[in-house]
Structure formats: C-alpha cells, structure tokens
C-alpha cells in the first residue's frame, strides 16, 4: 500500500511525529506467507527489495516498542530511529528456517539499540556502564511504583528479585535520582536562581594571575637551584644523572656501565650519592 513517502522517510522520523506515525501505519502487515517468503528471498539471495519490504512492513512495531521507553524524557523520534537501527540489524541477520516470526526475533534488537541510546544520552554523566548495571537500572525503572524512595521492604524485593545486593539498589537509586545542571545557569533565570549555577561558585583557580605568577616564579627557582647544584657535581656524577633522568631519551645503568667501563652497579650508586648531593643543595 502506497503512503507518499520515501523509505528513507520512514526509517527516520522528521519534525512532523505525527504524519510520521500515520504513514507507518498506512503500510500493510505481512501475513506468515508473505514474511517467510521475503525473509527467503533475502537471507538465501541476498534479494535488498525484500528486505526494504520487511523493513517497511514492520515499522509499525518499533513505535509500539519506542513508546515504552517515553518516560525518560528522550526525544520520541530519536527512540524510534535507534529502534528502526535495531530492526534492520535483525532483518540482516533474521533466518525464516528457524520457525519463529520475525518480530519475535526482532524484538530483542530493536530494545538493545533503544537501551543503548537511553544509557548514552539519558544524563551526562553514565548511570551504568556494565552489563549488570544496565540490567539494574532499567528494571529497577520499571519496579518503582511511585516517585518517593524505595523503602527498605521495596528495595530488598527488588534486590531479591534481581539477584543483586540491597546496597547495589540503594546506589542506582541514587545515581538514577541525580539531575545534570547547566554550568553557567539556564537562559532566562532571574537573579534570585542564576546564583545557583555552578559557574557562580566554583571557581577555576588556574586562571589566578597572582597563582600563575607564583608558580611561574617557583618554576624558575626550581630550575636555578637545580643547575647550581648539578655545577656542584664532578663531571661523570653530573652525566649520569641528566642521562639516567633529564633526557628524552633515557640511558640505561648497563649502557652507561659500558661506556664507563665499571659495573651498572658501581652506576648505581653514583646515581644515589649524586642524587643525594643536588638535594641537600636545593634545600639548603
């Protein structure tokens, strides 16, 4: 059935939601006959007509899927094209042999990418990370009746039910409760809320002048106190010691043992006398 709209148009949904669900939903469903032949077609011929119509024809199934996942605040079209992501995935590697409607096999791909892009953009800084994490924050989503905090009885269910640890619970929960904050405040805030933002009262002491000066003058002082007390040094105390560590390219105790004809032991040690006379000299 013919809808007016291109295939690329319905693998990503534009401004308009809400034309787009209707031109989805104007496509016809698969009866079993039809699938299995497509899904033939395409996994033994590698035929990208059938699966543009597999594709096509199960659209419909990724916004029923999407609209599970409207409670995290995300975008709906972006929910929907990470879902159709997830579909295609499943489309290439679908095998009608196997028994099993499409979408049943279907469902899986289309969920993982949806997951994968509420984890990513859901807060900035990442609520989960491994798997066990992911598995955790998404079904303790879905066990939270209410906005207050779980109480203890709720949150031992929880941690019972999912195998995990009571405490476990207790930090996703709170990892789930906390807000990203805009640094320099929100536009339009008054004056009685933008002290709020973070740019108001954390303060980047690297960009003190009086700091910057301060440290620029002890580096200099660091630096001269260093090379009087290297001129202190006799001459191959003073080479083994900007070899070993003032040089990109580090000599080693065997290579300098050789060049001095002693042993990398005998290097050793000069190194540790000479390194305890430049630092009774800086510090003197």
Known sequence: METGLQPVDMLVPGGNLDAYIQGVSRIAVLTVEQEREL?????????????????MSHLRFVIHIAKSYSGYGLPMSDLIQEGNVGLMKAVKRFNPDVGVRLISFAVHWVKAEIHEFILRNWRIVKVATTKAQRKLFFNLRSSKKRLAWLNNSEVDAVAKDLGVEAHVVREMESRMAGQDTAFDGYVG??????????????????????????????????MSQLRNALALL????????????LTDDKATLLELADEYGISAERIRQLEKNAMKKVKASMLA
Request: glycine residues 2%; without cysteine.
């Open 39 to 55: 899904a033939g077609r395409l996994y033994f011929d590698n035929d990208l007509e059938a699966a543009r119509q597999l594709v």
């Open 189 to 222: 805030d008054d004056d009685d809320n933008a002290y709020q933002a973070p740019s108001h009262y954390l303060e980047d002491r690297r960009a003190d002048p009086a700091t910057q000066l301060e440290e620029e003058d002890w580096s200099l002082s660091s």
């Open 234 to 245: 006799d001459q191959r105390s003073r080479d083994i010691l900007e070899r070993r560590w």
